[in-house]
């Protein structure tokens, strides 16, 4: 299978005979075909010990006369878990939803103006999102609600951060959590302060930066995780009781004032130090195989750069720009590439 990427990677960058084969994964973005294995190992894994009722995978032993140089997928695995540094606490998956208990969440994923975020100044996408909140969400009649989550440090955690008008809050989530549990925790703690504060608002509008939590919320096709049910059930009492709350996508980092508030309490969050481990849903668990995959990978990559002619493209990853393939051939393939 290696052989055969390797020949893939050289036909999609267009390289030659001499090009080494690390050069290719640089500029390509691509891993090992043994460590994407690896992850989708691990993936897997994750999936079939969460399965609610299953003994088999949980209470797997090891034989004693296992052949030592063909160890089973277990055994392989689990070494693998200690290697990647992923934690056994989990969150046990849950059937399906019932659709008939589905209740529509108003919410919106874009602004009044589409744009790339990357082919607009910080300042124009402030003022995008400023005329779209005052049109849809004008601050007389709804009370504005900014949510954040921020990820330091893997081995520390992510942090949760909101802060409205009728309150404010921070919250660390334990070693080993994401930046999306820290956008989803940070949410769920808006909609349970709401809760226990219906008669200081008629209209709410959650403003988050991560479209992966808000599409999360309102799927209906996902087996959700334990806080995301919640704050469902939490939205459909709020509804019950007469009350309009919406979620809103917001840029991040464009200086909008609350999104920077709650960024800056998120951060604070990641400082608490003393927070207990908490169950690892399986998306979480997903995302954090990923990540620490692609670390690992990065790290590899990077030692075996130094010194070469090729390095470059570890330092300079759009060394190569979006150009006409001939031309970023011919570039690519140019004599300070090869080692």
Not at 8 to 21: D, H, Q, W, Y
Not at 37 to 63: C, D, G
Not at 223 to 247: F, H, M, V
Request: hydrophobic content about 35%; some cysteine; overall charge positive.
């Amino acid at each position: 299978m290696e052989k055969v990427q390797n020949e893939a990677l050289r036909i999609v960058s267009g390289a030659v005979k001499t090009n080494p084969i690390n050069s290719m994964y640089a500029l390509t973005q691509n891993k090992p075909i043994m460590s994407t294995i690896e992850q989708q190992a691990l993936i897997q894994y994750e999936k079939m010990i969460r399965l609610p009722n299953n003994s088999v995978w949980n209470n797997f032993t090891e034989h004693p006369n296992e052949m030592k140089t063909q160890p089973s997928f277990i055994k392989q695995v689990r070494k693998l878990k200690k290697e990647y540094k992923i934690p056994d606490q989990r969150e046990i998956l849950k059937h399906p939803s019932n659709p008939m208990d589905y209740t529509e969440i108003p919410h919106s994923l874009s602004l009044n103006q589409k744009f790339r975020k990357e082919d607009v100044a910080p300042s124009v996408a402030k003022v995008i999102a400023q005329d779209t909140i005052h049109e849809y969400y004008p601050p007389e009649n709804w009370l504005h609600i900014y949510t954040d989550g921020s990820l330091q440090n893997t081995e520390i955690g992510a942090g949760a951060g909101v802060t409205c008008d009728l309150f404010s809050f921070y919250k660390g989530l334990g070693k080993y959590t994401t930046n999306f549990d820290g956008e989803v925790e940070a949410i769920k703690l808006a909609t349970q302060q709401l809760l226990y504060r219906t008669h200081c608002f008629n209209q709410a509008v959650i403003l988050s930066d991560s479209k992966a939590a808000i599409q999360a919320i309102i799927s209906t096709s996902e087996n959700t995780s334990d806080k995301i049910r919640e704050i469902r059930a939490i939205l459909k009492q709020l509804k019950q009781l007469g009350k309009t709350i919406a979620i809103q996508w917001v840029p991040a980092h464009c200086g909008l004032e609350g999104n920077e508030k709650a960024d800056a309490l998120a951060k604070k969050g990641t400082e608490i130090l003393a927070t207990p481990q908490a169950s690892i849903p399986f998306e979480s668990a997903k995302r954090l195989i990923k990540l620490n995959v692609n670390n690992k990978h990065d790290k590899w990559l990077k030692e075996k750069s130094t010194g070469q002619k090729w390095e470059a493209l570890i330092k300079t990853p759009n060394i190569i720009p979006n150009i006409p393939r001939k031309a970023s051939v011919a570039k690519f393939n140019r004599s300070w590439l090869f080692s």
